[in-house]
Each structure stands twice: as structure tokens, then as C-alpha cells.
């Protein structure tokens, strides 16, 4: 029983395969919230876009992929080469640069491109570049299919790293706080019950890859499992000490132009109501009749997900839409992100 239904709210999710166009359809009020990567979040902000940032999509879960049979075995094996990165305002792009200065690299000495995260294992199949460093699944895709090996995993050189972030527009905020919480509440119920064993790992793959992400169940237990915490679900809080340095990588990097306070892009009062995991031993069974994607003619409410990363159910699976996230024009509130 929630305030919205007896059984809860049901927040259908999108995905998207680039930021532009998240971007467009948070300005419009397509969606209403989105997994997006967290600088392009402060840069959303700083350029006047009413979005708060009001939880973490995961920590880790992102990887340096260079060719499997290539010559690079350490980072400064890249100088001259050619990295793809998901967008301009990514911490997998402050990463980069990062490990430039550590390594003592000049800023020009490696080729940053930005390139949509599903496009990234043809890319370097095909050798129009020589790394990528993107979340998943699209490394663990590059190592299952023959192309690519792991030189890095974030977890190992930016512990606790952070890429997507749950964006809310401001005026659901203020209109819809409890709807807003539910969201919150779900996600993060969801992620705890996923780091509660392997077994339910293995189990969300399953469902996660066949009715909402569209990828190999396979491809997502590897994601999940090689190793488990090779991406994690805990600890999702936006915390200012974090987001402090983000903002000091991003701005000393070139990446964002300026500073903004933290209390500008941010409402962490969400996160400090979503505690519990799930009750569940195993998720309940999805209806095989009701639409898992929005209509194309008519979208509804849903976390929407350009990142690569398969959003979260913000509540167990098989519960009616609710539909106060359903604009009547057909626009659609969600969630999203593009790694």
C-alpha cells in the first residue's frame, strides 16, 4: 500500500543510446527523470535545466577495453592513441584525463573522442579506435565476443567510482515529492536486494535481460558476477565529499568551465528515507500481457536508461502503471543514462 495505489507505483522505464537526446527530452518534459552521467548533470544545471540529482544509478561498473591481442598492457601504452569515451561531460572522460597527469602524459598525447556507449566494441573491432572506456555491458560484450580485454576496471583506479545519477526535474520535485520518493525508495530497494548474493544477481540478469534492457541474459550475468563487485548497488547516496571531487577533476581537467555549489545540483533528502531491500526471495513473475515499453504513439511514465547500464525496477515487477507520471499528451517521465 503506498499513497499512490494498494500495490505501489509502477515507474516504466525508456531507454535511450545518447545523451543529446535525453537532454532534449528532459528540457521538454518528455521524462521527468533520468539516469544521466553525473557531470553532464552539473552541466545540465550550470546551462539553466530545472534537475536535481537525487540518487546514484550504481558505483563502478565501468572499464578501460583495449584491443584483446594489442600491444597496450599499461596506460601510458595509449599515448598517441585513440580513446572513445561516452560523452565530453563524463566521469569516464575526467578519468581519462586524470590518468594523463598521474602517468605524466601531456594533455594532448591521447585522442579523446566521444562516441555513443553501444557503439564502442565496433569501433575498436574495427580499429577506428584503440580503446574505450564506457560502463557496462558494453566491455563485458567486448570481452565475450573476441575483441577486447579489460587493462582496467574503475573500481581498481577510482574506488567507488560514480557514472550515472538519478536526475528529477525540479517541478515533479516540488508537485510530487511522495511520487518522487516511491522512485527513490524503489531504486534503491532494489539495489540492495540485488547485492544481497549472487543468486539474485542471476535472477535480475534474467528478467533485466529479457523484458526491459533487450540483451543477452548471459552478457548481464557476466556483467554481475566476473567479479561481483564489478558493479555495485550500494552505498548510493550523492554525498557532497564525492561530488565535491568531481567537481574539482572536472573543472581542473577543462571539463566543466566553472564551479556550482552543491546544493544547486543536489536534494539528498530522498536517499535518507531508502534503507530496506526488497522482502523478496525471488521476483515476482512479469505479466505476460502488459506492455513492457511505452507505446510509440503514446510514452508513459518510466526510468528511462541511455547509459548502457540496465535501470533498476523501482518496485517489484507485475504491479499496475501509476499513472500520475503519465502526461496527457503523451510525454513521458523517466529515468535514464548513457555511459
Known amino acids: 500500500m503506498t499513497t499512490h495505489s494498494e500495490s505501489g507505483a ?23 527523470a533520468s539516469f544521466i552521467l553525473a557531470p553532464l548533470a552539473m552541466q545540465l544545471v550550470r546551462d539553466g535545466v530545472p534537475i536535481k540529482i537525487v540518487y546514484l544509478g550504481h558505483r563502478d561498473g565501468s572499464a578501460l577495453i583495449v584491443a584483446k591481442d594489442g600491444p597496450v598492457r599499461h596506460f601510458r601504452d595509449l599515448e598517441g592513441k585513440i580513446i572513445a569515451v561516452p560523452n565530453r561531460y563524463s566521469n569516464q572522460h575526467i578519468l581519462v584525463r586524470k590518468l594523463m597527469r598521474d602517468n605524466g602524459m601531456a594533455p594532448g598525447s591521447i585522442d579523446v573522442r566521444e562516441l555513443p556507449p553501444p557503439e564502442h566494441p565496433a569501433a575498436l573491432a574495427s580499429n577506428s579506435i584503440d580503446a574505450f572506456l564506457v560502463g557496462e555491458p558494453f566491455p563485458a560484450k567486448a570481452e565475450l565476443d573476441g575483441i577486447g580485454r579489460v587493462l582496467h576496471l574503475t573500481k581498481d583506479i577510482w574506488p567507488d567510482f560514480i557514472s550515472c545519477v538519478l536526475v528529477v526535474r525540479n517541478d515533479l520535485i516540488a508537485e510530487e515529492r511522495e511520487l518522487v520518493q516511491e522512485l527513490v525508495s524503489g531504486i534503491a530497494r532494489s539495489g540492495l536486494w540485488l547485492e544481497d548474493g549472487l543468486e539474485h544477481r542471476m535472477e535480475a540478469a534474467q528478467v533485466v535481460g529479457k523484458h526491459f534492457y533487450f540483451q543477452p541474459p548471459k552478457l548481464l550475468e ?15 547516496a550523492p554525498l557532497k565529499e564525492d561530488f565535491d571531487e568531481i567537481m574539482e577533476l572536472a573543472v581542473s581537467s577543462g571539463v566543466l568551465s566553472g564551479r556550482i555549489e552543491f546544493e544547486a545540483y543536489v536534494d539528498p533528502s530522498f536517499s535518507q528515507r531508502a534503507h530496506r531491500a526488497w522482502d523478496l526471495a525471488h521476483l515476482p513473475a512479469l505479466d505476460a500481457e502488459a506492455p513492457v515499453a511505452p507505446p510509440a504513439a503514446a510514452p508513459a511514465a518510466a526510468p528511462a536508461s541511455a547509459d548502457g547500464q540496465a535501470p533498476k525496477p523501482a518496485g517489484p515487477p507485475g504491479k499496475a502503471l501509476n499513472p500520475l507520471l503519465v502526461p496527457a499528451a503523451g510525454g513521458k517521465p523517466e529515468t535514464g543514462g548513457s555511459q
Open 10 to 32: 509502477v515507474f516504466r522505464s525508456r531507454k535511450f543510446t545518447d545523451f543529446a537526446t535525453v537532454k532534449e527530452a528532459l528540457i521538454s518534459k518528455e521524462i521527468g
Open 222 to 236: 557476466y556483467v554481475l558476477s566476473k567479479p561481483i563487485d564489478r558493479v555495485r548497488y550500494s552505498d548510493l
